[in-house]
Nanobody, 130 residues
């Protein structure tokens, strides 16, 4: 069974930090680019960050560059998103997502086009208070 299980969401004050985890199972971890989308009420889903071990790269949305860091532990089939200097604008449901990595385009493209995502987690709420 394919599963992406998020954890680590919660309520923090502006300027605080959270670390999200996404534990993957049921598919070949190394064949997929894995990362995070977020969606705030009334807004479209936004790609936040992703990582591809096969391509050796990371991607960050401009809105989180310098504040968020994505990393992976292949032995645990887990991807982490360290979120520092959180802002109220970061408040959203965060969804782990996986897209099969291909050589037909840049690895991060699915995180700019959600329709290309293969698997989704259930989401975890991140709330940043001002």
């Amino acid at each position: 069974e394919v599963q992406l299980v998020e954890s680590g969401g919660g309520l923090v004050q502006a300027g605080g930090s959270l670390r999200l985890s996404c534990a993957a199972s049921g598919f070949t971890f190394d064949d997929y680019t894995i990362g995070w989308f977020r969606q705030a009420p009334g807004k479209e889903r936004e790609g936040v960050s992703c990582i591809s071990s096969s391509e050796g790269g990371t991607y960050y949305a401009d809105s989180v560059k310098g504040r968020f860091t994505i990393s992976g532990d292949n032995a645990k089939n887990t991807v982490y998103l360290q979120m520092n200097s959180l802002k109220p604008e970061d408040t959203a449901v965060y969804y782990c997502a996986a897209a099969r990595t291909s050589d037909s385009g840049s690895f991060y493209l699915p995180f700019e086009h959600p329709s290309k995502i293969n698997y989704w987690g259930q989401g975890t709420q991140v709330t940043v208070s001002s």
